[in-house]
């Protein structure tokens, strides 16, 4: 998001400056620029020195350089709020620190921005730099703008808050005191204050923002830890503790307030029957819970945030610390779906990273055959609709990461398609939402047009919580019921007024909703995930022999005709590959599989530049079983597809299978004849309009949807209709 200043310009350039002409009314003035108490707009303004009176030439470069201050604070999401956190900061500041920096922001455009667009989208930032004045001079570098920092400096900063050395391989810090925490929590505020300024004055994108976001709780937990060790029982034994972050943490796209899901893994060896092991689990567990209480332990200086220890195995019920044999053992006997779900977007996050990647490498082969046990594409949506049950009606509708065609829509349909083909394609095995949307578009799993609206629409609906949680830093995804606070979150998305943003967010959630739908209930998932990996991948003489024991009586001449569907690099040949692994067993139920492969490839090539046909294949529910079905078992109704490969559109639903009544298809076909002066040409179009209603009845009565009678009847409308176009 770019700051927009009031006229429409954006970027981080210098803002409109305010003009004072004689006989003008400063009220009137400041009114049109945006803020709403303008009495004490006004004497506050007077108060800092932003309102100059006098026009003679000697003070026109003054009174630019300090409108450009009033201009800047216009372009604030709420500039009455900017105006009075900057008034209160001034003030902290004393007298000569505080015209300082009222001169320093006029003469600095990026501090101008960075500190005015933070104080009118942020109180609680505000009230942070009130209390600790000297932290704006963060905002100062034009590095801001930049690169992100290495997140390596932003541990070492948090490490040295609490007195720890970055340098050490377990960092200590100078006690577990309440002052040390207060250090942590006022250090992890300058920092956020940091990503704040960057991700609202659009420096950076939302994908970069998470991932800083994501990068500073990482730094934190390595903080805690530290703090941790220093309350440690000196009689219990040294040992390794790695932390793995779990959720957006792992996934590196974390918001500005939230819980941050952690496991906790100690080295093997404790844990085991032996005193020494026991002791060392005893010193990791202890490890674990100062971690928990250093973070979330509300000081003096607020909290850091709360560590959620939910996901780890048992859940509330189980133990804290588990030793990395442990965890194996768990997740290969008891395990249920919803926790390979989570596990991935594990990663180490804190602690010891070796031990960390150990573990990470021992669940990655369980987290992508997950997709392989029983019931998990439907144990997968089972778990979506019991996260949405939790919300009433009217939450639901307001509720940017629960409610439907919110966050959560998009994230559970992103994780189910990749866990499903992320089994045997590698670029798919991603830990951010984005990342993987991405992996699933240049892969063919989902179109491009598609994946381009759900980022879109993952985009805003993310940015609109990071507004939400800023406000006041605390932890909320339900939109404001207040116009003023609702034109407050549109203008800190760069939008004039509150319907704007209710415009967009509805356009956003019907996009959201149609989506999710499409993709996360799409048909081919359920077929796909029934198979097992080899049954995705074969060899060439695997191949062979799969589809031989499949009941195909020429394999040999079949697998041609699946590499000339799958070969190549195009788009078309991607979609392939992942549509004929689950026609293949639907074309071997048929009394001749050979022939009805023949004929799927026929109809293909027919329609193989047509951009509708895969489409209707991979995303229409049930299209693509149904062509499978007609194809195998009649090779009547695979002769007219191939002569008329358009009127596989038919397949699309089942209510496009109903035949047409004969008074509708003697109209057609009478108005065609009448039209067209070449009496040959007439009947052949007659025809085709016979024979995608032969298509229609076939195709009815092979999938069952009509009887005998039903059938009868249709085929006779068609023939009369004929009879009657023709006379």
Known sequence: MRVEWPGGSTGSGAPPAVDHP????????????????????????????????????????????????????????????????????????????????????????????????????????GDHLARHPADWQVLLPDELGGAPPEAGRVRATL????????ADRTPRAVDDRPATLDALRVAYRRALLVVAARDLTGAVALDDATAELADLAASALDAALAIARAGLDPQLPPVRLAVIGMGKCGGRELNYVSDVDVLFVAEDGAGSDTADAQAALRAATRLAEGVVRAAGLVTSAGALFQVDVGLRPEGRDGVLVRTLDSHRAYYRRWARTWEFQALLKARPVAGDTALGAEFCAMVAPLVWTAASRPHFVADVRAMRRRVSS??????????????????RDVEFAVQLLQLVHGRVDAKLRER????????????????????????????????????????????????????????????????????????????????????????????????????????????????????????????????????????????????????????????????????????????????????????????????????????AFSRYVADLMTRAPESVRLLRTEADLVPVPRETLSRTMVAIVHRNPDWEDAVGRARAVRREELVRVACADLLGLLDVAAVGRALADAAAATIAATL
């Open 22 to 125: 004689r006989g003008s009314s400063v009220a009137a003035q400041l009114a049109r620029l945006g803020f709403s108490d303008v009495d004490r707009v006004a004497a506050t303004m007077e108060r800092l020195g932003l309102l100059g009176g006098s026009a003679t030439p000697a003070d026109q470069e003054s009174r630019l350089a300090v409108n450009v201050v009033v201009g800047a604070l216009a372009a604030a999401a709420d500039p009455d709020l900017a105006l009075a956190a900057l008034d209160q900061l001034v003030d902290a500041l004393g007298p000569a620190d505080g015209r300082g920096l009222v001169a320093d922001l006029a003469r600095h455009a990026g501090l101008r921005v960075r500190l005015c667009v933070v104080l009118g989208a942020s109180r609680a930032l």
């Open 159 to 166: 490490l040295r808050a609490v007195g720890a050395d970055p």
């Open 390 to 407: 939790t919300l009433s009606r009217a939450q639901a509708q307001r509720n940017l990461k629960l409610g439907p065609g919110g966050l």
């Open 432 to 631: 951010s939402t984005l990342a993987a949307l991405d992996g699933l578009a240049r892969g063919g799993y989902v179109g491009r047009r598609d994946a381009a609206d759900l980022a879109e629409a993952y985009r805003f609906l993310r940015n609109a919580e990071h507004r939400l949680q800023l406000q006041r830093l605390r932890r909320v995804h339900t939109l404001p019921r207040d116009p003023d606070e609702l034109r407050w979150l549109a203008r800190s998305l760069g939008m004039r007024t509150g319907e704007d943003f209710a415009d967009a967010h509805a356009r956003i959630v019907r996009t959201v909703r149609s989506l999710h739908q499409k993709l996360f209930y799409a048909p081919l998932l359920e077929a796909v995930a029934r198979l097992s990996k080899e049954e995705i991948r074969l060899s060439h003489v695997e191949a062979q022999q799969w589809l031989a024991a499949l009941g195909f009586a020429a394999p040999d001449r079949s697998l041609r005709h699946i590499e000339a569907l799958i070969s190549g690099v195009s788009r078309t040949a991607a979609i392939q590959r992942h549509l004929l692994p689950t026609l293949l067993p639907t074309l071997a139920d048929a009394p001749d599989p050979d022939a009805g492969l023949l004929a799927y490839r026929r109809v293909s090539e027919a329609l193989g530049r047509a951009p509708w046909y895969l489409r209707l294949l991979r995303d229409s529910a049930g299209a693509a079983d149904r062509l499978a079905r007609v194809l």
